[in-house]
């Protein structure tokens, strides 16, 4: 067993004074003020918005790599094909990161990736066990499924 021996011992007390000097600015409410507690996220707007006609809906984005680089994308035209009654497609030209889980029970406007290149707007809400990587939600889905109707519909997805 070694023994501290004095300088050890302040470097240690130096360490331990500066890691508690980190926690409190942390907390404190010039941290909040400066929003120095948290990493920055990548993600400047949490906002992307899709036209189907003359409707258009706020979707507010999660923040995962695969959003990030959907919102590089945009302006997005796509033309979506209906599948089941419940949720619109497109295969995108080049994929996207995934982070896959299994929802269990998908929601009216869930804005999701199914793979690496098919995204998928849900008008109808259903359980699943399919694996998708979540983009966002719809804020108000409110009239969603009547301008996306029944049959394949262009879609613009923008950033204002």
């Known amino acids: 067993m070694r023994i501290l ?5 302040q470097a ?4 331990w004074l500066a890691t508690l000097m980190l ?7 010039l941290a909040t003020a400066m929003d120095i507690s948290s990493p920055p996220t990548g993600m400047e707007n949490t906002t992307m918005w899709m036209t189907v ?9 999660e923040d995962n790599p695969a959003t990030r680089e959907l919102v590089a994308r945009v302006p997005l035209n796509l033309d979506m094909t209906d599948l089941h009654n419940n949720e619109k497609y497109a295969t995108l030209e080049q994929p996207l990161p995934t982070q896959e889980y299994s929802p269990g029970t998908i929601q009216t406007g869930d804005l999701l990736l199914y793979g690496s290149d098919t995204l998928v707007i849900f008008y109808k809400t259903f359980t699943s ?10 804020d108000n889905s ?4 009547e ?3 029944r049959k394949n519909v262009r879609v613009r997805f923008s950033a204002d």
Not at 12 to 15: F, I, L, P
Not at 53 to 61: T, V
Not at 129 to 138: A, E, K, M, Q, V
């Open 53 to 61: 006609g003359e409707q258009r809906f706020a979707i507010s984005l």
């Open 129 to 138: 066990s399919y694996s998708y990587s979540r983009l966002g939600h719809i």
């Open 23 to 29: 926690l409190a600015l942390s907390v404190s409410p």
């Open 142 to 145: 409110t009239g969603l499924a």
């Open 12 to 15: 240690w007390k130096g360490a």
């Open 147 to 149: 301008a996306l109707g």
């Open 5 to 9: 021996d004095t300088d050890d011992s």
